[in-house]
C-alpha cells in the first residue's frame, strides 16, 4: 500500500534498467565487428510508464550501463531523461536531472533491484523494490513489489502508484478513449 498522501508528493519517478525494466539478462553479440546489447522489455510494463506520462509525471531512467536498447526504449515511450553511466555511478546524473527539474530527491520516487541503486533509494521519498531486489534493497526500501522485474514489477508499481493518487483511472480511461475514436485512426 502506497501512502496517498506520499504518493500525491511525487513529482519524477526514476527507474533502474536491468532487474527492474528488464529481467536483468542481457544478449552481447557482434554485428559486422561492432559490439550488439539487446535487451527483453515487458510491453505492459511500458503501458505503465506511459499511464505516468499522462498523469503528468516526469519520468526517469537511470542505468549503471550503456546500451542503445535502452536509448531506444527511452524515446519510445517518451521518458524525460535517460542516463547511462559505464561505470556504474548514478548519483550524479540523478541530481543533475533534478536540478534541471526543480525537483528535490523528497519528491522523487525510484525503483531498483540491487547494489548500483542503493544510493538513490536512500535520498528518495518513495524507494520501491521490485520482487527480485536483494536483501539489502528491499530493506531500505518502503514498498515492496511482488513482481519480479521485467516481468510485471514496473506496471505493478505505476498502477499501485497512481491508484494511491486517485489518477489510475482517468489515465486509462483517457488512453483507451483516445484509442477508440475513429477520427484518431491511421
Known amino acids: 500500500m502506497i501512502d496517498p498522501s506520499l504518493a500525491r508528493s511525487i513529482r519524477l519517478v526514476g527507474f ?7 529481467d536483468g539478462g542481457i544478449y552481447l553479440g557482434d554485428v559486422d565487428g561492432r559490439r550488439l546489447e539487446l535487451k527483453r522489455y515487458d510491453i505492459q510494463d511500458g503501458l505503465g510508464i506511459t499511464m505516468l506520462r499522462r498523469a ?5 531512467i537511470v542505468t549503471g550501463r550503456v546500451s542503445e536498447s535502452v536509448r531506444l526504449r527511452g524515446q519510445e515511450l517518451g521518458v524525460d531523461d535517460v542516463a547511462q553511466d559505464p561505470d556504474g555511478y548514478k548519483m550524479g546524473a540523478f541530481t543533475r536531472m533534478l536540478s534541471k527539474h526543480g525537483v528535490t530527491p523528497a519528491e522523487c520516487a525510484f525503483v531498483g533491484d540491487d547494489f548500483p541503486d542503493l544510493a538513490l533509494l536512500r535520498i528518495v521519498g518513495l524507494p520501491v523494490a521490485v520482487g527480485n531486489a536483494v536483501p539489502e534493497v528491499r530493506h531500505v526500501c518502503r514498498v515492496h513489489l511482488e513482481h519480479e522485474g521485467g ?30 475514436d475513429p477520427a484518431g485512426s491511421r
Open 16 to 22: 533502474d534498467v536491468d532487474g527492474v525494466l528488464t
Open 56 to 60: 503528468g509525471l516526469r519520468v526517469a
Open 151 to 180: 516481468r510485471g514489477a514496473v506496471r505493478e508499481f505505476c498502477e499501485k502508484f497512481l491508484k494511491a493518487r486517485g489518477q489510475w483511472d482517468a489515465a486509462w480511461q483517457g488512453y483507451v478513449a483516445e484509442r477508440s
